[in-house]
């Protein structure tokens, strides 16, 4: 196993080092100062200032050059300052980054944890009432648009609120403004706010989550280890917990660290609806600002936390399947 | 059709009478077992020979109660005398594994691939005996130094992907044999292993028998197997059976030409130099419908018009036992040859 770990972990340095390749390359086209280059064109004097700024960006040097002066700053922890605001690169996507990994987090713990069990129940009862009504409501879930789910839940919300006489659910922002409390207080505000964009996306991945995993069940309980197991005499209940969940798990796993990955990013529009300031927000802005230091970080960090959740799914699968850990 | 070995005093371990099997289909009742009935007793090994899809695996798999849901059974199987058909899913539980235990055809599948194969055999002890997981793990040692695994101590926390196709199918009978069964079923032991391995798992098999004095049905469609060490011997076609008597003598004289038929499809050494195999001519019928009269006439080199309106029973040819209008006439002919 530790033989295993080791060498995933040094597939995941060279993946590391193509990640920031291509986060430089994807942007490196496009020009950072676009606009005050417009401006300062119809000035007199212009010319020389969009020079100045050139040299003062290093956009005068070759590509290789500034991707190297790039990698360097990295390894220091400086990824720029924004085009844009001026602001610390480092800095926004500090404060972005734990605002979705919250989000993206619970959303799916919870939703691999129903997912799994889900499943598990609709397999074992194939065709049963329980098995119908998961699966038609997996269906449902599944073909709806996150920002029309969004949407919806955040007016149940409202009128819940209304119904019960006090704000349970909030529907703007990660956490109130201004919100003076000790820890436990800002946590209580904060699980508040994160309700219903995690149940929007909570609902939306259980429904891929338990389909999987029934159909991976499914497929386990058919296999001739179970029929062995049967005659064997260990209890049904038994085949289930130690004999089949364990072999269904696999592709939910794998699914699951897939899905990770793509939810760091992809959380955009879930963001924009309850308007969290969190990765979604960030590389949207950055993009239509044309803010090339902030879209670097953003892509470099989004794949560095693809890389790291892939890590970890690598190492739960050779955890549970011993083949893989050989192979 | 219960005539098989009434002579003897003793009861049978187990006991199968009219056992009838369907599998219902969108195109209709696939008849899967046609009225079959056989007894195996205490310490003997029972071959139930046939072709693919004769029904001999469903038969055992019946015994086993490990049919799926939708398996349309009638007729009676018992263990010792108790109905296990009538058995509630904890008596099930409670007799296999312990009282009948089953060796599977394909070590690689039958394995659980997540788990080690000693805590595979060291579950079944635990189930049905009340020891602690180290009690378990050393028997688990045990067995598998009895079934011949070098190196026990170690490949017990081996994975079945890190063991030889004879060594799984090594494991699995140790599996088997973890609780002293009265009755070992192995189905198509050796037909997924290599040539080479294939007689060391037989002899196996038969020492794990001796060494728990259980009873042995042995599932297979090479004859081979059967003269290695089958004492008796049933031959199934197409749902039912064709003949049935110790198994030299069946092998000697068989009174059923399918028997005959499949006796001349394989070498043997003994045979006179420039003796041709004579394969059997078509294929099994479908069982969706079988046909009226006997299953084997459409390929029966006997076959008469009476051969294809009545299904012949089982009935007394000499030592063994022939469903075959023609019995005398097959079992005469082996004797002048």
């Known amino acids: ?51 100045r700024l050139e040299a003062s960006l290093g956009l005068d040097k070759p590509l290789i050059e500034r991707y190297g002066s790039w990698l360097g700053d990295l390894l220091t922890g400086n990824m720029g300052t924004s085009t844009d605001n001026g602001r610390d690169v480092t800095t926004l996507l500090g404060e972005a980054i734990p ?60 009128r819940f609120n209304d119904w019960w006489g006090s704000r349970i659910f909030f529907t703007i922002g990660e956490q109130s403004p201004r919100l003076e409390a000790d820890f436990w207080g800002t946590w209580a505000d904060r699980a508040g706010h994160i309700m219903l ?106 794949g560095i936390s693809v890389i790291v959740v892939n890590l970890l799914t690598d190492l739960t699968y050779g955890f549970l399947d011993p083949r893989v850990r050989d192979g | 059709m219960t005539g098989l070995d009434s002579s003897r005093a003793e009861t049978p371990v ?20 046609r009225g079959v009935s056989w007894d195996v007793y205490e310490g003997e090994v029972l071959a139930i020979a046939g072709e ?9 798999m019946a015994a086993m109660g490990l049919l799926p849901a939708t398996a349309q059974v009638s007729g009676s199987i018992a263990y010792r005398g ?21 060796v599977f055809q394909d070590p690689m599948t039958s394995l659980n691939p997540v788990m080690a194969v000693g805590a595979q055999i060291a579950e079944g002890v635990r189930i049905h005996q009340r020891v602690n997981s180290r009690t378990a793990r050393s028997k688990a040692v045990e067995l598998l130094d009895l079934v011949g695994l070098p190196n026990a101590g170690q490949r017990v926390d081996s994975y079945p992907h890190e063991l030889s196709g004879g060594m799984r199918q090594r494991a699995m009978i140790a599996m088997a044999i973890a609780n002293d069964p009265d009755l070992l079923i192995a189905d198509e032991p050796t037909t997924a292993l290599d040539v080479t391995i294939q007689a060391q798992v037989i ?68 045979a006179p130099k420039g003796t041709r195999l004579m394969p059997i001519d078509g294929a099994p019928p479908s069982m969706l419908a079988p046909p009226p009269g006997c299953a084997f006439a459409p390929r029966c080199p ?36």
């Open chain 1, 1 to 51: 196993m530790l033989g295993f770990a080791t060498r995933k972990l040094l597939i995941s340095i060279v993946v590391l080092f193509f990640a920031t390749l291509v986060a430089f390359l994807l942007v490196a086209t496009v020009d950072p100062i676009a606009e005050q280059r417009v401006f300062l064109l119809s000035q007199p004097g212009g010319a020389e200032q969009i020079d």
């Open chain 1, 99 to 158: 605002v979705t990994l919250r989000l993206v987090i619970a959303a799916t713990v919870v939703s691999v944890i129903l997912g799994v069990a889900v499943g598990v129940v609709s397999a074992v009862r194939q065709y049963g009432a329980f098995d119908n009504i998961s699966t038609f409501f997996a269906f449902l879930f599944f073909a709806m648009p996150v920002f029309w789910l969004g949407a919806v839940l955040k007016d149940l919300g409202i």
């Open chain 1, 197 to 302: 964009p995690a149940l929007t996306l909570v609902l939306i991945q259980l429904a891929a989550t338990s389909r999987f995993q029934r159909s991976a069940m499914l497929d386990v309980l058919e296999s001739d280890y179970i029929r062995t197991a049967r005659a064997k005499g260990v209890p049904r209940r038994r085949i289930i917990t130690h004999h089949a969940l364990r072999n269904a798990l696999l592709p939910v796993v794998s699914y699951t660290g897939l899905t990770f990955g793509t939810l760091i990013g992809g959380t955009v529009v879930t963001e924009v609806v309850f308007n969290w300031k969190g990765m979604g927000r960030l590389f949207l802005e950055s993009l239509l600002d044309g803010d090339v230091a902030v879209t670097q970080g953003w892509l470099l960090a989004v």
């Open chain 2, 14 to 33: 187990l006991s199968v009478r009219d056992l009838e099997v369907a599998f219902p289909t969108p195109d209709g009742d696939v008849q899967a077992v």
């Open chain 2, 52 to 60: 693919s899809g004769s029904g001999k695996s469903v038969s055992v």
């Open chain 2, 82 to 102: 108790r109905d296990v058909l009538a058995m509630s899913d904890k008596d099930l539980e409670r007799l296999r594994g312990s009282s009948i235990s089953m």
């Open chain 2, 203 to 270: 002899d196996v098999l038969e020492r794990a028998r001796e060494a728990t004095g259980s009873a042995l049905v042995i599932i297979t469609h090479d004859l081979g197997v059967v003269a290695r060490i089958a004492h008796r011997i049933l031959v199934m076609y197409a749902g039912r059976a064709a003949e049935t008597g110790m198994a030299d003598g069946v092998f000697e004289r068989p009174s059923h030409p399918y028997t005959a038929g499949l006796l001349g499809s394989i070498p043997r050494l003994d």
């Open chain 2, 302 to 337: 006997r076959a008469t018009p009476l051969c294809s309106q009545e299904i012949p029973e089982l009935r007394p040819i000499g030592n063994q036992q022939s469903a075959c209008h023609h019995g005398e006439d097959q079992y005469n002919e082996a004797e002048d040859v």
